[in-house]
């Protein structure tokens, strides 16, 4: 047997595998793990659900294959356009960042509460988004993702503003994406203010000149231009 006709059956389980990610992550994008069996997530396959079982061992294990499947998304989307000006590329974080959370919110909501009570797998998937946005941070800010302690420090007391004022805005959107985004990147532009006074080595970036942010009475009167940054 060829090399080819050996690795033939593992492409087929990692593509089986993979469609039945892609069809969870749409069942749970917005509905709670209780709220679906395993017989609800079986029929919206169209599979058995021994394959189920068979990739995942469990309903737990599959949810949390889906929610780490969404945790490299959100952390690709995060750093895309690395030939962006250091400025653009911070403000098309944040921007990501929200757009995944509003498009996948139960999800969401699972990797920044924990789970059920405390729990240690999905910490540690919470972990893994943490570390990944701020490496992706450090680099759009200063080309670099070796950093000192101290910024390190300040870009993930950011990062914890950020998962809780998402969380209140996916409750409540009739605030259009821009005005948190925008919140967040004055926000982000004080911390990174702040991260030079403390380490002069990681210089705050110049602001992106084409960038206008959305105010508060421009989206209530819905006349605001979508800012370009």
Not at 21 to 41: C, E, H, P, Q, V
């Amino acid at each position: 047997m060829n090399g080819s006709q050996q690795s033939a059956p593992s492409a087929r389980s990692q593509l089986r595998r993979s469609e039945l990610i892609s069809t969870g992550r749409k069942l749970f994008a917005n509905t709670s793990y209780d709220a679906l069996s395993m017989d609800d997530i079986a029929s919206h396959a169209g599979v058995a659900k021994g394959l189920i079982y068979y990739y995942f061992k469990n309903k737990r294990g599959y949810y949390l294959a889906i929610v780490e499947d969404s945790v490299r998304e959100l952390v690709t989307l995060a750093a895309s356009d690395p030939e962006l000006p250091r400025a653009t590329r911070v403000q098309r974080t944040v921007e990501a960042y929200l757009r995944f959370a509003q498009e996948n919110g139960a999800a969401y909501r699972t990797i920044i509460n924990g789970g059920v009570g405390f729990d240690t797998q999905v910490q540690a998937i919470r972990d893994v988004v943490r570390d990944g946005l701020v490496l992706t941070l450090a680099e759009g800010a200063y080309g670099t993702q070796d950093i000192p302690a101290i910024a390190r420090l300040a870009l993930l007391g950011w990062l914890s503003s950020v998962e809780w004022l998402t969380l209140e805005w996916l409750g409540h959107q009739e605030l259009r994406l821009e005005i948190p985004r925008d919140l967040l990147v004055r926000m982000l532009r004080h911390t990174l203010d702040t991260i030079e006074e403390f380490a002069p080595e990681c210089p705050s970036p110049p602001p992106d000149p084409d960038w206008r942010p959305v105010t508060g009475r421009e989206d209530a009167d819905g006349a605001a231009e979508s800012p370009r940054g």
